[in-house]
């Protein structure tokens, strides 16, 4: 079996011995079993197996004139060493040739107890006294070079029994933990891991032991000075005849390593995921989830829109845009306004670009430097610190986030300060372009929102309008529409969505709108024609755009009659809804949609609208769902409508939004007329 290094169990950095020019031996207890030899050793008395008693290697005589020699050393811990001693060789390449050699025996007190031997030839030496001395002087030299090895490779060496339990330390656990020998022998060292660490280090400990192979674990320590730091544990089996006997193991504090890869990996994955999102919320929102439970326990993030603009001597106004919370603890909801006297140290941090660091009693967290509701939610998780970082974007302060800690944990300190101050330098790019698409954004919903006017009051008909944004899309849609009365006393319902979901989507709704207007003033057409002429304008206007519309002229030839003339370009149908028949789509005015060339005339169709009856126009977000056919949606809406035919129109729009499934994905535009009876 070997070790992960590649090395057989039990001969912990030997290979330094492999080239050396003198024989080296190693042997393990009573029986002076071999567990190393180098090669210039099995030169000498051939390849004999490890496990074999050193003794077989020679002959009878060997046996009878050295075997007291190693006793006694094992035994006395007292080094023996001899000069040109007679040896025969009992192997079959020197047929028993009688040498001399020079030993050196010394006691392994590291591992189990054992002999190291040192043997040089000097047979064609045996005169040369002063050559014999200093063979012997390096052969000391190579003894405390290998006893250096192991100190220096580890700062803690112990020896476990094949169960596990630790029998024999190095004293260094003593010095680091403050655990007295009696108190960590056995299992007693799993009593300073950190309570988190204990279960999964003994599983895998217990696991590597009955595979009987090397052990490699990092778990963390409790010190002397009652703070935890990572350790590297490693161990070896140590074998005899086949079984363990021993395991020797070692531990290094790689606290300052681990916790380099950690900030590293922090940083890695706030990077990632900053760069995933689009939204400027979505992408604070994401940041925040690194931050927990990594760096903090709590975390929140306030928009500063006005900072630079406002008045001076004015309040600063924050926007709550994101929060997390880790160990069981409530997320504070991610929305909602703060204001902060322009003397706070809140707005001073803010002002002078500096992260501001508080700890302080359970309960009582500093009020001038936090939102009231962050106060209140760190009072209720028991935290005792908190940090307040101003994020700069561009050079300017997009943002505060505030990080805290609960009383379980260790306070925040400067060395998390620097790294939530490197996590947002990381994803300073990702950042500055989602604040430039969340301006983007607002240019856009501003252009879209003014171009929803509000419907006109008529007498004898009732016009409601709705428009709902997509909760989750976080994009400006191109739904549209729009309702006015022309000079010949006919009143105009339309309603369109130019395709797209950015700032060219709502300039292009813009510009339709406008066309269409133009197109409709121009002089009195069906809408057929108007669609038709409006689909070749935009040939030269947006010749990369496309779009849907449905463009509806109610008029009154006779009193308290009244007719509808409509045409569709590629939109979902009208719904018209009488109060006693229920609700039918009029799909007979169909049309390939806008932005696509079409030489042939459009359709049109007239209907009566009796008194009562409703006429819905509406965007696809209200009857479309990903994975159903379109008729499935289509039956909803027909059936719903058919439901509220008698309700209010207010109430008629708000329960077809209300009570229908939709995906949350798109916008919803709805339009309704209803013939007062």
């Given at each position: 079996?070997?070790?992960?290094?590649?090395?057989?169990?039990?001969?912990?950095?030997?290979?330094?011995?492999?080239?050396?020019?003198?024989?080296?031996?190693?042997?393990?207890?009573?029986?002076?079993?071999?567990?190393?030899?180098?090669?210039?050793?099995?030169?000498?008395?051939?390849?004999?197996?490890?496990?074999?008693p050193i003794g077989a290697a020679f002959g009878d005589e060997v046996r009878r004139d050295y075997r007291g020699l190693f006793d006694g050393v094992l035994a006395t811990g007292e080094p023996v060493t001899l000069v040109e001693a007679p040896v025969r060789l009992a192997s079959a390449d020197h047929g028993g040739e009688e040498r001399f050699f020079s030993f050196s025996i010394s006691r392994f007190v590291h591992e189990r107890p054992g002999l190291l031997v040192v043997a040089v030839d000097v047979t064609e030496e045996v005169a040369a006294v002063g050559r014999a001395a200093r063979a012997t002087d390096e052969q000391r030299r190579l003894r405390r070079r290998f006893e250096s090895l192991v100190w220096l490779s580890a700062q803690l060496v112990w020896v476990a029994d094949p169960a596990g339990q630790v029998i024999e330390s190095s004293g260094a656990w003593e010095r680091v933990t403050g655990q007295r020998w009696e108190d960590y022998r056995g299992e007693g060292w799993l009593q300073v891991l950190h309570p988190e660490d204990r279960e999964a280090a003994m599983r895998s400990w217990e696991e590597t032991r009955r595979h009987a192979r090397p052990w490699q674990y990092t778990y963390r320590v409790r010190t002397r000075e009652g703070e935890y730091r990572h350790f590297d544990m490693r161990a070896a089996p140590v074998f005899e005849d086949g079984a363990v006997v021993e395991w020797v193991g070692t531990g290094i504090d790689v606290e300052q390593l681990w916790q380099e890869r950690q900030r590293q990996a922090l940083l890695d994955r706030a990077a990632v995921t900053a760069a995933e999102q689009t939204g400027l919320a979505e992408t604070f929102t994401a940041l925040a989830d690194v931050l927990v439970p990594a760096l903090a326990d709590g975390c929140g993030v306030h928009l500063l829109p006005d900072l630079l603009n406002r008045p001076s001597g004015a309040p600063?106004?924050?926007?709550?845009?994101?929060?997390?919370?880790?160990?069981?603890?409530?997320?504070?909801?991610?929305?909602?306004?703060?204001?902060?006297?322009p003397d706070s140290g809140f707005a001073r941090a803010l002002l002078e670009h500096r992260a501001v660091h508080r700890t302080f009693p359970q309960g009582r967290p500093p009020a001038d430097l936090l939102p009231q509701s962050t106060a209140t939610w760190l009072t209720e998780a028991r935290a005792t610190s908190v940090v307040l970082v101003p994020v700069i974007v561009d050079g300017v302060v997009a943002a505060a986030v505030t990080a805290a800690r609960r009383d379980d944990r260790a306070p925040l300190g400067p060395d998390d300060i620097a790294l939530m101050r490197q996590i947002f330098e990381h994803t300073h790019d990702a950042l500055s372009r989602a604040i430039q698409f969340n301006r983007t954004q607002q240019v856009a919903l501003a252009l879209q929102h003014g171009q929803l006017a509000d419907p006109p009051e008529l007498?004898?008909?009732?016009?409601?309008?709705?428009?709902?944004a997509s909760p989750t899309a976080g994009e400006v849609g191109g739904d549209?529409?729009?309702?006015?009365?022309?000079?010949?006393?006919?009143?105009?319902?339309?309603?369109?969505?130019?395709?797209?979901h950015d700032l060219a989507a709502a300039v292009g709704m813009s510009q339709l709108r406008n066309m269409l207007r133009a197109l409709i003033a121009d002089h009195i057409a069906p809408p057929s024609e108007i669609l038709r002429r409006l689909n070749l304008a935009m040939e030269t206007v947006a010749p990369n755009a496309t779009a849907t519309c449905v463009l509806a002229r109610v008029e009154e030839p006779e009193p308290g009659l009244w007719r509808l003339h409509h045409s569709v370009a590629g939109h979902p149908p009208p719904l018209l809804v009488a109060p006693d028949t229920g609700g039918r789509f009029l799909d007979g005015?169909?049309?390939?949609?806008?932005?696509?060339?079409?030489?042939?005339?459009?359709?049109?169709?007239?209907?009566?609208?009796?008194?009562?009856?409703?006429?819905?126009?509406?965007?696809?977000?209200?009857?479309?769902?990903?994975?159903?056919?379109l008729d499935d949606g289509l039956n909803r809406l027909r059936q719903q409508a058919s439901t509220l035919a008698h309700s209010p129109l207010a109430d008629f729009c708000d329960g077809l939004l209300g009570n229908l499934p939709t995906?949350?994905?798109d916008d919803i535009a709805l339009l309704a007329l209803r013939i007062k009876s």
């Open positions: 079996m070997e070790d992960a290094s590649g090395h057989e169990p039990g001969r912990l950095a030997l290979e330094l011995f492999d080239p050396a020019p003198i024989a080296v031996a190693l042997t393990i207890g009573p029986e002076h079993r071999l567990v190393y030899t180098n090669p210039t050793y099995r030169a000498f008395v051939g390849n004999r197996p490890l496990g074999e600063i106004i924050a926007w709550r845009v994101a929060t997390a919370a880790g160990g069981g603890l409530s997320r504070q909801p991610p929305a909602g306004e703060e204001r902060f006297a007498p004898a008909l009732e016009i409601v309008a709705r428009y709902v549209w529409y729009d309702s006015f009365v022309l000079p010949d006393g006919a009143t105009v319902l339309t309603i369109g969505d130019v395709s797209g005015a169909a049309n390939p949609l806008l932005g696509v060339p079409f030489d042939q005339p459009y359709r049109g169709s007239t209907e009566p609208l009796p008194p009562g009856s409703t006429l819905l126009l509406y965007t696809d977000g209200l009857v479309e769902h990903p994975g159903e056919v995906t949350g994905t």
